[in-house]
């Protein structure tokens, strides 16, 4: 046979044919030998990148090492910290941390990729992290860490590993590593707290996902419209949340911590599922809409596998990516359409008169035409009355 780059399966099959009968012909040197060498680089070029082997348990890679070293439990002790952590680690009571693979990579010469459990892996990647960072007490009140003050600022990686466990730890981070995240700021936000607020999302998004209808609508600026007019009523957010569930996609509500200044976010589940998050740091209804639109703006136009999650700080900044001016135009279009805007006497008036003219017209929300105008003013103070302030958090039990 003709010797060729392997492509397909049938490519394989072929090659595999060959190498059967030359392996049979046995040459020692010359034309024959030459064509059994490249075949066998060819097919193990094919294999390794179709066929890759699992990469063993953490936990068996390090019993074998142990076996094969000859070490005990109470060797393993200094490489994870005491006994009785070794014995729990062993029977899967406890979570291997970044610290103990650490140890473990380096006292018993486990691979990275077999103790993070992932191809590739390496622990020279991203930012060396300091566990004490994290905004404990902010997630111990809220309620996302089940754990005293005192026990987790002593324990503070174990107790986040644990945290971070359902959703692939830390090495999944887009925060830390930075990989696929896309960031809009209008001021420097702290890593950790984002991070937190970003487990806690995935974390609830994987609850919720059994919950939602198995297969996601596609979102464009129809949808986006018919649900915009669910606003009209005062649980309007609460049938946004359903509406959304009923078409695929989770609406999750998770408080905003300290130095993250979040607004919204939307990221994708493991199996690709759409999730939209808002912090209602600004519990208005004008302000729940217009992010909730501005995420799901996102979901329709940019959100993929190569970028699977967007934060979004949508305070007034300086420059900002042609995404998020996109987002913001598509969010102000399924809100309240140019064209009537431009025909609209709230464009020009201004007033609460207007503005419920307009609101009925396009059966949304009056907050959302107040909104409007306090944001093409420029004046915050103006229309205060009608955005509702307050009037979204006690509907999700804030």
Same mark, same amino acid.
């Given at each position: 046979?003709? #010797?060729?780059?392997?492509?397909?399966?049938?490519?394989?099959?072929?090659?595999?044919?060959?190498?059967?009968?030359?392996?049979?012909?046995?040459?020692? @040197?010359?034309?024959?030998?030459?064509?059994?060498?490249?075949?066998?680089?060819?097919?193990?070029?094919?294999?390794?990148?179709?066929?890759?082997?699992?990469?063993?348990?953490?936990?068996?890679?390090?019993?074998?090492?142990?076996?094969?070293?000859?070490?005990?439990?109470?060797? *393993?002790?200094?490489?994870?910290?005491?006994?009785? $952590?070794?014995?729990?680690?062993?029977?899967?009571?406890?979570?291997?941390?970044?610290?103990?693979?650490?140890?473990?990579?380096?006292?018993?010469?486990?691979?990275?990729?077999?103790?993070?459990?992932?191809?590739?892996?390496?622990?020279?990647?991203?930012?060396?992290?300091?566990?004490?960072?994290?905004? *404990?007490?902010?997630?111990? @009140?809220?309620?996302?860490?089940?754990?005293?003050?005192?026990?987790?600022?002593?324990?503070?990686?174990?107790?986040?590993?644990? %945290?971070?466990?359902?959703?692939?730890?830390?090495?999944?981070?887009?925060?830390?590593?930075? !990989?696929?995240?896309?960031?809009?700021?209008?001021?420097?936000?702290?890593?950790?707290?984002?991070?937190?607020? !970003?487990?806690?999302?995935?974390?609830?998004?994987?609850?919720?996902?059994? +919950?939602?209808?198995?297969?996601?609508?596609?979102?464009?600026?129809?949808?986006?419209?018919?649900?915009?007019?669910?606003?009209?009523?005062?649980?309007?957010?609460?049938?946004?949340?359903?509406?959304?569930?009923?078409?695929? #996609?989770?609406?999750?509500?998770?408080? +905003?911590?300290?130095?993250?200044?979040?607004?919204?976010?939307?990221?994708?589940?493991?199996?690709?599922?759409?999730?939209?998050?808002?912090?209602?740091?600004? @519990?208005?209804?004008?302000?729940?809409?217009?992010? *909730?639109?501005?995420?799901?703006? +996102?979901?329709?136009?940019?959100?993929?596998?190569?970028?699977?999650? %967007?934060?979004?700080?949508?305070?007034?900044?300086?420059?900002?990516?042609?995404?998020?001016?996109?987002?913001?135009?598509?969010?102000?279009?399924?809100?309240?359409?140019?064209?009537?805007?431009?025909?609209?006497?709230?464009?020009?008036? $201004?007033?609460?008169?207007?503005?419920?003219?307009?609101? $009925?017209?396009?059966?949304? +929300?009056?907050?959302?035409?107040?909104?409007?105008?306090?944001?093409?003013?420029?004046?915050?103070?103006?229309?205060?009355?009608?955005?509702?302030?307050?009037?979204?958090?006690?509907?999700?039990?804030?």
């Amino acid at each position: 046979m003709e #010797i060729k780059a392997i492509k397909t399966e049938d490519d394989y099959q072929t090659a595999l044919a060959a190498l059967e009968r030359l392996i049979d012909l046995d040459p020692d @040197d010359g034309v024959e030998a030459d064509r059994l060498e490249v075949l066998s680089i060819l097919i193990e070029d094919y294999e390794s990148k179709n066929f890759p082997i699992d990469l063993p348990d953490p936990i068996e890679a390090i019993k074998f090492c142990m076996e094969q070293q000859g070490k005990s439990q109470a060797d *393993l002790a200094p490489l994870i910290g005491s006994r009785s $952590k070794v014995s729990e680690v062993l029977s899967r009571k406890r979570p291997l941390t970044l610290s103990m693979i650490r140890a473990l990579h380096k006292g018993l010469s486990i691979p990275a990729e077999v103790l993070l459990n992932e191809q590739g892996a390496s622990l020279e990647e991203g930012a060396e992290i300091d566990w004490r960072r994290f905004p *404990l007490k902010e997630m111990i @009140d809220l309620g996302w860490i089940d754990a005293s003050w005192r026990r987790a600022k002593d324990r503070a990686e174990e107790i986040l590993t644990e %945290f971070l466990e359902p959703i692939g730890g830390l090495k999944q981070s887009p925060v830390f590593y930075r !990989r696929s995240a896309h960031i809009r700021a209008a001021r420097k936000m702290n890593d950790y707290a984002l991070e937190a607020w !970003r487990a806690q999302v995935q974390r609830l998004a994987l609850k919720e996902e059994a +919950h939602v209808a198995d297969k996601p609508t596609p979102v464009d600026l129809n949808f986006m419209g018919d649900l915009a007019r669910l606003s009209r009523g005062e649980n309007g957010p609460l049938l946004a949340r359903e509406y959304l569930k009923g078409h695929g #996609i989770i609406l999750l509500i998770v408080p +905003h911590l300290s130095k993250t200044y979040l607004d919204g976010a939307s990221t994708l589940t493991p199996s690709g599922r759409p999730v939209v998050a808002l912090t209602l740091r600004y @519990d208005r209804i004008d302000n729940f809409w217009f992010v *909730l639109m501005h995420e799901l703006a +996102h979901v329709a136009k940019h959100l993929c596998a190569e970028t699977p999650m %967007f934060f979004d700080d949508l305070d007034p900044a300086g420059d900002i990516a042609p995404e998020e001016q996109e987002a913001d135009q598509m969010a102000g279009e399924a809100l309240i359409p140019e064209t009537k805007w431009r025909q609209s006497g709230a464009r020009h008036l $201004k007033s609460a008169h207007e503005a419920e003219k307009l609101a $009925k017209k396009l059966r949304i +929300h009056p907050a959302i035409v107040a909104g409007k105008i306090r944001y093409e003013t420029g004046n915050y103070r103006k229309l205060n009355q009608m955005v509702g302030h307050g009037r979204v958090g006690k509907l999700f039990g804030g």
